[in-house]
Each structure stands twice: as C-alpha cells, then as structure tokens.
C-alpha cells in the first residue's frame, strides 16, 4: 500500500494481496483520521460481503474466490471505542459458474487486492463516533458527544 494527500484527500493505491479494510484502517490510525468517507474500485481475488438479517441481528455472509471487479466501493469511517469504524458496502462483478457476468454486493466485510485498488478517503474536520443499539443489533453514529 502507498499513499498521498492531496489537497486533504488521500489516494491509496493498494497493492496485491492487500485487505481492504485493514489498509484503510491503518492509514486512519497512520493520520489521525476520525471521520471521512470513503470511495474506491480495483480488482480483488477475494470478497465476503454481507446482507444484515434482523432477526438474528447478524451478516448472513456470501465469499466469492476468484477474480473479481471492485465496481463500487461507498462508505465512511467514523470511530467506535476509540478506534477507526469502516462502515462500507461494495458491489464486484465476477465470472459466475455458468461463465456468465455475476455480481456481488452488500456490506463489505473482507476484500483481498488482486491487481490493484484505488481508494480516495476524504477526511472531514471533527469527528462522529458510534454507538451499539441493543434492539437492533447495530451501531449508530452517536452525535451526544
């Protein structure tokens, strides 16, 4: 992974066999970074995204190993306890079984590069931390502090 700051943006190129979420977390920790929101495609060899079931209050989870387009990657990052919180849904398209043009998307829970990956994180000034909601099983960006 390298990156640089532009104008208050930062580029991220990430590098084969670099997590995704992992790297943006380390860059957060790297800058001081409490809130930003987050943008980014690439080719990835690896995705576990997830569609929240709100009965069991969990991700029901899909993974897909084989070499994958990160179409669309949209998000934030906030904080919660204290350290970097990604919040981020992603769509990749892929060769399916049948050969045929598939895609994959919900919340993104593990991406692995493999080609490259283009983020831009565009910080804000201030910062939004989170809060666990029992009743729903999730956490909220929690403005009381």
């Known amino acids: 992974m390298e990156y640089r700051e ?3 943006k930062y580029y991220i190129r ?9 790297s943006l977390t380390e860059v957060c920790e790297r800058e001081d970074i409490k809130v930003a929101q987050i943008n980014g495609i690439g080719g990835c060899q690896k995705a576990i995204v997830g569609v929240f079931d709100t009965d069991k209050k969990e991700y029901d989870r899909e ?8 179409v669309s990657l949209d998000g934030n990052i906030t904080r919660y306890e204290g350290k970097p ?4 849904h992603a769509t990749f398209a892929y060769r399916g079984e049948s050969g045929k043009a598939a895609i994959l998307s919900g919340h993104l829970l593990e991406a692995v590069i493999g080609l490259t990956g283009e983020i831009v994180l565009t910080p ?22």
């Open 6 to 8: 532009f104008s208050g």
């Open 14 to 22: 990430l590098d084969k066999g670099d997590e995704i979420l992992a």
């Open 63 to 70: 993974e897909v190993n084989a070499m994958l387009e990160l």
């Open 85 to 88: 919180y990604i919040h981020a």
């Open 124 to 145: 804000a000034d201030g910062a939004i931390t989170r809060r666990y909601i029992d009743e729903l099983g999730i956490r909220v960006w929690d403005f009381s502090k």
